[in-house]
């Protein structure tokens, strides 16, 4: 019988394992019978030596039969979602499902939180009084059954594997390996049971990706592993050079989610939403009007319904979410531009770092979170800004932690004397 021994020292060889084998090591290591250091030795291989395509593929297929696959048989459309490889002030998902079921699609997301320096879907949600992000497969079913749409969180039920594997892979610096994350986040959307995928895959300082051709290379896998298991699958790379949309945080990002369903979300926010909004929907039908069906169901207040019927299904409070007075935060600063000039540069890790430093991040997992904190830039890059202007606005509701934020930030953004090339979004 082969051992793990043999299989790692298999991988150190560069040899490639069998689906069996891969069988043989994840649930070997979910039943407890490989332990962690000998499951930590063969993540720092594959972390080293890669797996060839087919060994993805079927890597991907063991974490999916690790736990339950979902299906859909009684919707009548198109399932469908949207995966973001992560970044800072990104709150695409909270505008694009309801668009989307707006649209006629179902969409079942499962949602991380925070990771790194980048922010959660599911620590923002919570922010609003009342919303269920742990809900039962079951009641996920009713609800994608009766409005189109529900974001929950990870469940015990789908990928186990995953879980256990990536909080090991998280103390054992192996997170930033290929294969490994594409099997991660392939296996937790094929097994949501959707017929497409989209792919928002970020890259620049704030993006696991640094660079285009790295962000290329993922975009390219997860599509062909998502197309290897049946879905169809398309994929946009983003600039993540500066936060996506002017609020980063819990709570301002929602509010800024709202203010994009009501039509008045900023422009580079809108763009990454209209973009990947004709992507899903060119998924299930290809014409040249779906922006205008996106632009069509934002205007006549549909997807903005769509969002207050998917808060009222998660148990939220919907009066008090609009009631301008939620989270409101204890303290606030604003800082002022030194000199006159250019944004220049933004530092998005440090920037989404200040974020934990506010406490609307975690340091500890066990963590709690202060809804209230974040910062809204008024500026973004190339703009000009005056000598004494606001560039940023700070908050949250713990002075020290405050004073903390502020610091991170001011060191994160420059200002130069002459006007910077223009960020391309959309690559
Ligand atoms: N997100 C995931 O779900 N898994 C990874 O491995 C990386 C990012």
Redesign the pocket.
Same mark, same amino acid.
């Given at each position: 019988m082969i051992t793990i021994d043999e299989l790692i020292q298999n991988k150190q060889n560069k040899l490639p394992h069998t689906s069996s084998e891969l069988e043989f090591i994840v649930n070997g290591f979910v039943a407890g019978e490989i332990p962690d250091y000998q499951m930590s030795s063969w993540l720092a291989t594959v972390f080293l030596n890669d797996m060839s395509f087919k060994e993805i593929s079927d890597y991907t297929s063991v974490m999916i039969s690790s736990g339950k696959k979902m299906d859909w048989p009684d919707l009548p459309g198109f399932v469908v979602d949207k995966h973001s490889? !992560?970044g800072v002030g990104d709150k695409v998902s909270l505008i694009l499902g309801p668009i989307l079921a707006s649209c006629g699609l179902f969409v079942p997301m499962i949602s !991380?939180r925070a *990771?790194g320096h980048t922010g959660g879907t599911l620590d923002k949600l919570e922010t609003i009084p009342g919303y269920k992000t742990d809900l039962s497969l079951d009641k996920f079913r009713e609800i994608i059954k009766n409005i189109g749409v529900s974001l929950i969180g990870q469940t015990d039920d789908i990928c186990p594997a995953d879980r256990k594997i990536?909080a090991l892979r998280d103390v054992t610096s192996t997170?930033a390996s290929l294969p *490994? %994350?594409c099997g991660? %986040?392939m296996s937790?959307k094929i097994a949501e049971g959707i017929q497409g995928l989209v792919l928002d895959v970020k890259t620049g300082n704030g993006a696991f990706m640094k660079t285009y051709d790295n962000a290329k290379k993922l975009a390219d896998l997860l599509t062909r592993i998502g197309q290897d298991h049946g879905l169809k699958v398309s994929s946009l790379i983003t600039d993540m050079n500066q936060p996506l949309g002017n609020a980063c945080g819990l709570w301002c990002e929602v509010k800024e989610s709202i203010d994009a369903l009501q039509g008045n979300g900023p422009d580079d926010l809108m763009e990454v939403v209209y973009h990947l909004c004709e992507k899903a929907l060119s998924l299930f039908e290809p014409t040249n009007n779906n922006r205008q069906k996106v632009e069509e169901v934002i205007a006549n207040g549909s997807a903005m319904e769509k969002f207050l019927e998917l808060v009222c299904a998660h148990g939220g409070d919907v009066t008090q979410m609009l009631s301008g007075n939620l989270n409101k935060p204890k303290s606030k600063e604003s800082i002022v531009a030194q000199k006159d000039g250019y944004i220049s540069e933004m530092d998005t890790y440090k920037l989404g770092l200040s974020i934990i430093a506010l406490g609307g991040g975690r340091q500890k997992q066990d963590d709690i979170l202060d809804n209230s904190a974040g910062f809204i830039l008024n500026k973004k890059v190339g703009e000009s800004v005056a000598i004494g202007e606001p560039i940023v606005d700070v908050f949250c509701s713990d002075s020290n932690k405050l004073d903390q934020g502020l610091i991170t930030i001011k060191r994160a953004i420059k200002i130069s004397d002459t006007k910077p090339k223009q960020l391309q979004l959309i690559y």
């Open positions: 490889t !992560g !991380g *990771l990536y997170v *490994l %994350i991660s %986040i937790k």
